[in-house]
């Protein structure tokens, strides 16, 4: 007996088949299906077996329902399609008896499902005991697929044991370490973004993930799709948002289905917003966003009883306000609805929509100074109540609404850093001072109890919002940006993370740090961000499992997670996110391959970059800038030394793109 089966054999019971009695071809084609690292290897053996002449018909029964789950699992219209059964039943039924030698095949799709719906829910992940015995049973299967056929490194990838990439970037003579690491983040988030191009988009614009899922990948390819310019991505961005939006329940310019704001928001913003970045001139998509501004005013929002524009509820859709009452709340998540009008206020001043947002800023302005139901003064809330304008949902805690099933999702502190960057805009654009109250209230509280932390402390108390408020330091950063100020500087200093993205000059060693870590992560696992992903808006999470209680008790010191945040932030100069309020000084019209690009100083009045080209051959790119003030500038091209590359050559700005 070859050792390579005995694994096999462990998990048969005395009644299984016999190497003897199902024959050496059989049992050869069996291991090479469990060893194989691609599905589409798996299910040509699984197919070949099912064909094998006289075969016993139960094995060849069961070796075709395997075939066919392979089937499904390659090419359901769906990635997830069993999402619903495993999070009933924690197991997937696929009709074969324990005793069947096929019965082993099942181990490693049983623990990717139960990994993947980890991920996902967010009722499984944050719940310690519903999320332990699911990775709990995960790893149970992962240890049972390496087990029978130990030459499959994908079961290995999930119990923590990396696969290495194939390709390389070593250092270049020449070139700074922060330029090959950049580089090589660059082109690894690169790699993935065409895998998924390549491999999953389907003839309808579709990636297997579903409209609402799928939409939210171009977050994670910011740094590449809008930091650079590549052209393959940026048509897969537009024939992707072109064909979501033209879909029968979208064409009236917002979902037609009654879900929650989260939810409804995402198919629009999340089409709308990226292909603003990318044709800001093109007049379809401000008609787009215009549209949302339209519904917000026109539907789904009105005067509270205070006398206060609010929306009315957290469930709505482009023709209909659900009127219940424990769901009759305003909330932080509901800047998503209205994202892309958002950014076109930011791009045009259209008064309009300034009166629109403002007035509704006033609202939460309101909302925050006061010390209601408990909540502090000075806190945002994460919901108010219509139509009477409270604080809070219907439920007795201010912090928690339960507007919504899902117990996490609207619960205090919940979508606050896009509430806090809209709070920032609607100061950028009015130049009222009122709009920073709640960011300088929620920064004075932050850093008392950074200067003296209190960790156990009550529930929707100051301290226990305190220990909650670290997003803040993103928008406080991208507020010292325009401004120049140093008012929140003792803050930003104490919040260590806003340091790289501010100031990267100045902490070169902490900014090498993050990028060799971001490396890290990406230079291992890559079926884990590609072929292994369940759901798209999880591309990225992969290495989460690694967490400590996570799949094991301790997190695994070898896998670490990508940060494509930081790409962006240095490749643009903006201090956070792209999302709301986003503050690149600048879009490199260049793809993103061989190069690195490090903005130094950014604001109104200049733009300092450090470039690295790593092509052999010259290359030709231009540059969008978004930060400068009207006026008159010089710009010079300068090698290291100081020489010049060019003559020194002077430009025009008159407005906010150059």
Not at 139 to 147: P, V
Not at 171 to 181: F, I, Q, R, Y
Not at 403 to 421: D, I, K, V
Not at 554 to 578: F, K, M, V, W
Request: glycine share 6%; charged share 25%.
């Amino acid at each position: 007996m070859h050792a390579a089966i005995v694994p096999l054999l462990i998990f048969l019971s005395a009644g299984a088949k016999t190497i003897a009695s199902i024959g050496e071809t059989a049992q050869a084609l069996i291991e090479q299906a469990g060893n194989a690292e691609d599905d589409a290897v798996r299910l040509a053996r699984l197919r070949r077996l099912a064909e094998l002449p006289g075969l016993d018909v139960r094995i060849r029964a069961d070796a075709e329902k395997m075939a066919a789950f392979v089937q499904r699992w390659l090419h359901e219209e769906q990635l997830a399609f069993f999402g619903r059964e495993v999070g009933r039943k924690l197991d997937y039924d696929f009709q074969i008896e324990p005793s069947s030698p096929i019965f082993p095949l099942t181990h490693l799709y049983r623990g990717r499902m139960l990994a993947w719906l980890t991920l996902e829910s967010g009722g499984i992940i944050n719940n310690a005991s519903r999320r332990r015995e699911f990775l709990d049973r995960a790893a149970a299967e992962f240890r049972k697929a390496a087990a029978a056929f130990p030459r499959n490194r994908i079961a290995g990838m999930y119990l923590g044991r990396p696969i290495a990439c194939a390709k390389h970037y070593p250092p270049e003579a020449g070139a700074p370490e922060w330029a090959v690491l950049q580089r090589e983040n660059l082109e690894r988030l690169t790699d993935i973004i065409e895998w998924w191009i390549d491999h999953r988009m389907r003839p309808n614009g579709e990636y297997g993930g579903g409209w609402g899922d799928d939409c939210e990948m171009w977050r994670w390819w910011v740094p590449v799709l809008v930091a650079f310019e590549e052209p393959k991505i940026v048509r897969a961005q537009a024939r992707f948002s072109k064909a979501l939006l033209s879909q029968p329940y979208m064409q009236a310019g917002y979902t037609r289905v009654l879900t929650d704001v989260e939810h409804t928001a995402e198919d629009s913003s999340d089409a709308i917003t990226p292909m603003m970045h990318l044709e800001p001139d093109n007049p379809a998509w401000k008609a787009h966003a215009l549209r949302l501004a339209e519904l917000m005013e026109t539907l789904w929002t009105g005067r509270n009883q205070r006398g206060q524009l609010q929306f009315r509820s957290t469930y709505f859709s482009v023709d209909r306000v659900d009127e219940r009452t424990d769901r009759a709340c305003d909330t932080v998540y509901h800047v998503r609805a209205v994202q892309p009008a958002l950014l076109l206020w930011q791009r045009t001043g259209d008064p309009r929509l300034g009166r629109l947002f403002t007035a509704w800023m006033d609202t939460w302005v309101d909302a925050a100074a006061r010390a209601e139901r408990g909540k502090p003064a000075g806190i945002l809330p994460s919901a108010i109540h219509w139509p009477d304008g409270s604080v809070g949902g219907t439920s007795p805690d201010w912090w928690d609404p339960r507007n919504h099933s899902e117990p996490t999702l609207y619960a205090w502190p919940s979508a606050l850093r896009m509430m806090n960057n809209t709070l920032l805009l609607a100061w950028h654009m009015s130049k009222k001072e009122k709009y920073l109250e709640p960011l300088r209230s929620m920064a004075a509280i932050r850093l008392r109890w950074l200067r003296n932390p209190q960790h156990a402390a009550a529930p929707g108390s100051e301290s226990w919002c305190a220990a909650r408020l670290g997003l803040l330091a993103e928008t406080l950063a991208k507020y010292k940006r325009l401004s120049a100020s140093t008012e929140f500087d003792e803050l930003l200093a104490r919040e260590q993370f806003a340091a790289v993205a501010l100031d990267p000059a100045a902490n070169r060693r902490a900014l090498i740090e993050q990028l060799e870590t971001s490396a890290r992560a990406l230079r291992v696992n890559f079926e884990g961000y590609t072929s292994e992903v369940r759901y798209t808006d999880r591309v990225l999470r992969f290495p989460a499992l690694f967490r400590r209680d996570m799949m094991f008790a301790q997190a695994s010191p070898g896998i670490h997670e990508p940060n494509p945040d930081l790409i962006y932030h240095l490749a643009t100069g903006d201090p956070g996110e792209c999302g709301y309020m986003p503050l690149a000084a600048v879009r490199w019209l260049t793809p993103p391959r061989g190069i690195a690009a490090l903005v130094t100083r950014s604001g109104p009045t200049e733009l300092t970059a450090e470039l690295f080209h790593f092509g052999r051959q010259n290359r030709a790119m231009g540059a969008e800038l978004f930060l400068l003030s009207p006026g008159q500038y010089a710009f010079q091209l300068l090698q290291p030394d100081g020489a010049a590359v060019c003559p020194t050559q002077r430009f025009l700005v008159v407005g906010p793109r150059t």
